[in-house]
């Protein structure tokens, strides 16, 4: 019960960001990949570099003892992040960003994007046994981070990797060319 | 706009001091996930499963199959009573592949007994206690880490020499805004993505979801699939939760602002390009959200789940997924909007 609080309570926070960061906007999302419109990338990015202190200070403060590290298998990786790479320059659509707009009450999610999740995830299920045993195999490393893979100490990756992501940040928003900014909502 | 919170300074007291008061220590960790044997088997390096060259453990790293062979229970808190059970699969590998391998079982059953007797020493006569593969402390690395570190130090400060100061206002009236900065809007989902890996031990992940409630519907039209019967089982699960949780952030986010309204078209671009016809928005819609998906299962995870959640831990599996998307998507962007020939 105090699992599904939580669930509802984190879901709420996260529906309510991507609401105001204007990621429920077809062109915002797709503009990304026409470099016009980075505001999904520095909402991302900034996402990531905070998840990634809080959970390092989480687990070195012992609130866990570890966090779950989805496995690395290189091709299905790549493969999977093309296909919704269409996907997603197409409709403008990515799961998350489907249910934040049906939460503002668009009828184009809800009926053509919901009942998608729903045949994509039949058409995977259909799929599965015949591809993933083969595809996930390669380039398979297993559970691992890149602190584990390296060998180095976890504070000083994420040190780089905070280093990179804010400097990446601040090139980005030099650039200033957000052509959907300001946003497209508000009649 | 709320501009300046991120660099506000209370905000990342605040944070810290909101994972530290609502959190408690986790003692059953390992039972938060759906199968607790690769949370406490299979993190952070130690006796990662899909890396050992034991053929029959890398054939079914595609889903969570412990239990299926190994037995026990992994829905289990403790560590005992997970282990309840426990069998040896290749001691009795006639019958260990019969649960799900209903028909050829035997077929499998050979080839394992055969590769086994060729590893030495063979694992059915030493238990599985495969040696963690030690995470060893590399010098070099840190020492490269560390010169990089201080090299985008360097970068940094004069990056942010020219950081201009905003002006602050109430906190509560940037709640009915229409828009955030994305920098503020990210800090905020960053801070959900922390309590969802350390506190739920969870990713942040909607596909799954959507997966989990495909599987009412997967089992009952295709009652045989090894895939529904096993691997993905029908349930509402705490993602689907999650996900009802989206929605009614999403709304309260965008009725506050006065956005929520019912619409058939994106605000902008769509219909330049496209014409104002639902049918077309609603067919582009449909496909592109079953691409995504199948996307999504395909690599493992969505935007949140695998490229946020799965960054915010430093898998390599997050870095991939994201090169893949603007692989993918890029090409098909200029598609969408090349010019056409006049």
Known sequence: MLDVFKALMLGLLFGWSLQKAGLTHYARIVNVYRFRDMTVIRFMLTALVVGAVGIQLGIELGFATNAPIPPTSMLSNVVGGVIFGVGMASAGYCPGTIVAEAGEGRLDAWLGGLSGLIVGALAFGLLQPMI??????????????????????????????????????????????????????GD | ???????????????????????????????????????????????????????????????????????????????????????????????????????????????????????????????????????????????????????????????????????????????????????????????????????????????????????YLGRWLFPSSQYYGHIMTAGVTWQVWLMVGVLAGSFASSKLSGEARFRWLPDTQWEPRFGASRTLRLVVAFFGAVLVQMGAGIAGGCTSGLAISGGAVLAPAAFLFMLGMFAGGIPVAWFWYRERAA
Not at chain 2, 57 to 69: E, P, R, T, W
């Open chain 2, 1 to 215: 706009m709320c501009d300046d919170l991120p660099v506000r300074p209370w905000f990342p007291l605040l944070s810290v001091l909101a994972i530290t008061a609502l959190a408690q220590p986790l003692s059953a960790q390992c039972a938060s996930n759906a199968s607790s044997c690769v949370t406490c088997h299979e993190t952070q390096g130690l006796r990662p499963v899909l890396d050992s060259a034991q053929i029959w453990h890398v054939d079914h790293g595609f889903g969570d199959l412990c239990a299926s062979c190994h037995g026990g229970d992994p829905a289990s808190p403790t560590k005992e009573e997970a282990h309840l059970g426990l069998r040896q699969p290749l001691a009795d590998a006639a019958n260990s592949c019969t649960g799900c391998h209903t028909d050829d079982s035997s077929k499998y059953a050979e080839r394992y007994l055969r590769a086994a007797v060729s590893m030495a020493p063979p694992p059915h006569v030493t238990p599985p206690t495969t040696v963690p593969p030690k995470v060893t402390a590399s010098p070099t690395a840190n020492r490269v880490l560390i010169s990089l570190a201080a090299l985008l130090s360097v970068a940094l400060f004069f990056a942010v020499r020219h950081a201009r100061a905003t002006e602050s206002r109430p906190l509560l009236s940037c709640l009915r805004d229409k828009i955030w900065s994305p920098y503020s809007a990210g800090v905020l989902l960053g801070l959900v993505v922390a309590f969802a890996e350390v506190i739920c031990g969870r990713p942040l992940a909607l596909s799954g979801a959507f997966d989990k409630l495909a599987a």
């Open chain 1, 132 to 185: 993933m045993p083969s595809l996930a195999r390669v380039g398979a490393l297993g559970r691992v981070t890149l602190a584990t893979l390296t060998g180095a100490s976890p504070w000083l990756v994420l040190l780089v990797f905070g280093q990179v992501i804010v400097l990446m940040l601040i090139l980005i928003g030099r650039m200033g060319n957000d052509t959907t900014n300001p946003p497209p909502a």
